[in-house]
T-cell receptor, first 114, second 114 residues
């Protein structure tokens, strides 16, 4: 059972480039989310989804897009990367639309924007 | 929206001492308060959680208390061990447009010295 799988684990981008962070879970979880982790800032919610076709903004959504076409996948897109988006990104999922239970995190993706 | 403040940002204790981390939240409608532990270079993992209909919960050496009136909750670790060294995050579940989202505090870096 793989759990939550994120790719890539490491990525270096130049300012203005675009990329997609992939997230997949095999636990049939309805709830999926993306967080970014910066020193001293904790985990800040970017976007989340309560099921296929349903997404909503979190605390820091600007500069990021998401979509949820299947229950398993929740990709995070950076359309025009900026140095301020240098961070560690975590995808997390939870059973049930109401996120009543434990969040299961992926291993994280370290992104550097030059 | 929900705002979670966490103190202290760093905490250093001697092995065997107790450690206490405190969090406050702003949304009186929040009803679920988990704590996550993140070891260096790893993903956050749930260690204990509490719901708003409970005032205290214990699991071996860790306990969480909740004061709904004051809107604060705390993590207590007794008989600390070096393996307790990690970053600890509190979180509160906030409501937004019918959907729930988990908002995290900034984290506390706990160092347990032998």
């Amino acid at each position: 059972n793989a759990g939550v799988t994120q790719t890539p684990k490491f990525q270096v981008l130049k300012t203005g480039q675009s990329m997609t962070l992939q997230c997949a879970q095999d636990m049939n979880h309805e709830y999926m989310s993306w967080y970014r982790q910066d020193p001293g800032m904790g985990l800040r919610l970017i976007h989340y989804s309560v099921g296929a076709g349903i997404t909503d903004q979190g605390e820091v959504p600007n500069g990021y897009n998401v979509s949820r076409s299947t229950t398993e996948d929740f990709p995070l897109r950076l359309l025009s990367a900026a140095p301020s988006q240098t961070s560690v990104y975590f995808c997390a999922s939870s059973p049930g639309q109401s996120n009543t239970g434990e969040l299961f995190f992926g291993e994280g993706s370290r992104l550097t924007v030059l | 929206g929900e705002n979670v403040e966490q103190h202290p940002s760093t905490l250093s204790v001697q092995e065997g001492d107790s450690a206490v981390i405190k969090c406050t939240y702003s949304d009186s409608a929040s009803n679920y308060f988990p704590w996550y532990k993140q070891e260096l270079g790893k993903r956050p993992q749930l260690i204990i959680d509490i719901r708003s209909n409970v005032g205290e919960k214990k699991d071996q050496r860790i306990a969480v208390t909740l004061n709904k009136t004051a809107k604060h909750f705390s993590l207590h670790i007794t008989e600390t061990q070096p393996e307790d060294s990690a970053v600890y995050f509190c979180a509160a579940r906030a409501f937004s447009g019918g959907y729930n989202k988990l908002i995290f505090g900034a984290g506390t870096r706990l160092a347990v010295h032998p």
